[in-house]
C-alpha cells in the first residue's frame, strides 16, 4: 500500500494545541528548505508503522486476503495498493518483501483484457 501525506492533512477540525503540536513534530522531523513560513512545505511524514521512500509512505500487510480484500484494507487506511511507477520503486517493493517473498498484491488489475492501475494509469510492461 501506498500513502502520500500532505503537509497538514489530518488536522481539519482538531484544536490548537494538537495543530501546534503537529507544528513542532514537523520543525523537528523536517529540514527546512529555506527561512520562509512555508519552508517544511516539502516535508513528508508517514503514519505510524509506515516506511518513507522517495515521496511515498509503504506499509505491507501481514494479513492472507484476496486482491478485493487487498484493495479494501489500503482504501480504508486512505491509501491505495501500490501504484509502481518505475524500475527504482519496483526494486524498492523487492526489499520490503524480502529475497523469497510471499506474493503481495500491488494495485493492478484487468478490465475487459486491459491492464490498468488503480490509480487508472495505464501499465506499461517493459518497465
Not at 56 to 74: A, D, I, K
Not at 100 to 108: F, Q, R, T
Amino acid at each position: 500500500m501506498t500513502n502520500v501525506p500532505q503537509l497538514g492533512s489530518g488536522i481539519h477540525g482538531r484544536n490548537q494545541v494538537e495543530q501546534c503540536m503537529f507544528s513542532s513534530l514537523v520543525q523537528y522531523f523536517c529540514k527546512p528548505q529555506g527561512d520562509s513560513p512555508t519552508a517544511y512545505a516539502g516535508c513528508k511524514l508517514c503514519p505510524q508503522a509506515w516506511q518513507l521512500h522517495g515521496e511515498r509512505c509503504y506499509w505491507l500487510s501481514e494479513e492472507l486476503g484476496n486482491w478485493t480484500q487487498g484493495m479494501r484494507s489500503c482504501e480504508n487506511q486512505d491509501s491505495q495498493l501500490v501504484v509502481l511507477q518505475d524500475k527504482k520503486e519496483k526494486e524498492h517493493i523487492k526489499t520490503l518483501t524480502g529475497k523469497s517473498p510471499p506474493p503481495v498484491w500491488i494495485g493492478l488489475r484487468s478490465h475487459q483484457k486491459v491492464w490498468r492501475w488503480v490509480d487508472d494509469t495505464p501499465f506499461y510492461p517493459k518497465m
